[in-house]
């Protein structure tokens, strides 16, 4: 079974940055897609990136494309979410989620994008930022 914990949250300010870690154990996190997602207070979980098993397609939430990337360290079975240009409504805790995928699958990295396709899903880290 595989298990994974995110950290690297923290406070930050406006325009700042961050970058987040999930890193997996039990498994070889290499054949799973990971998602990240996050949760503000009194709002439902929202989808804010996945990252294919190859590390190489990507798919971002609108309101995080050109400040967020995802990308993954298979050696370490870590995937990370650098957070650039920081805004206050980025404030919410932050998740990263496995999805076991075959080599075969054909579906496309745009399907990831609901909590209901994932598995595992780590403890959560708190992200705040400041204005």
């Known amino acids: 079974q595989v298990q994974q914990a995110e950290s690297g949250g923290g406070l930050v300010q406006a325009g700042g940055s961050l970058r987040l870690s999930c890193a997996a154990s039990?498994?070889?996190?290499?054949?799973?897609?990971v998602g990240w997602f996050r949760q503000a207070p009194g709002k439902e979980r929202e989808f804010v990136g996945a990252?294919?098993?190859?590390?190489?397609?990507?798919e971002y939430a609108d309101s995080v494309k050109g400040r967020f990337t995802i990308s993954r360290d298979n050696a370490k079975n870590t995937v990370f979410l650098q957070m650039n240009s920081l805004k206050p409504e980025d404030t919410a805790v932050y998740y990263c989620a496995a999805k076991f995928v075959s080599p075969f699958s054909t579906e496309t990295i745009g399907t990831y994008s609901n909590t209901g396709r994932y598995d595992y899903w780590g403890q959560g880290t708190q992200v705040t930022v400041s204005s």
């Open positions: 039990g498994r070889t996190f290499s054949n799973y897609v």
């Open positions: 990252l294919s098993r190859s590390g190489g397609v990507t």
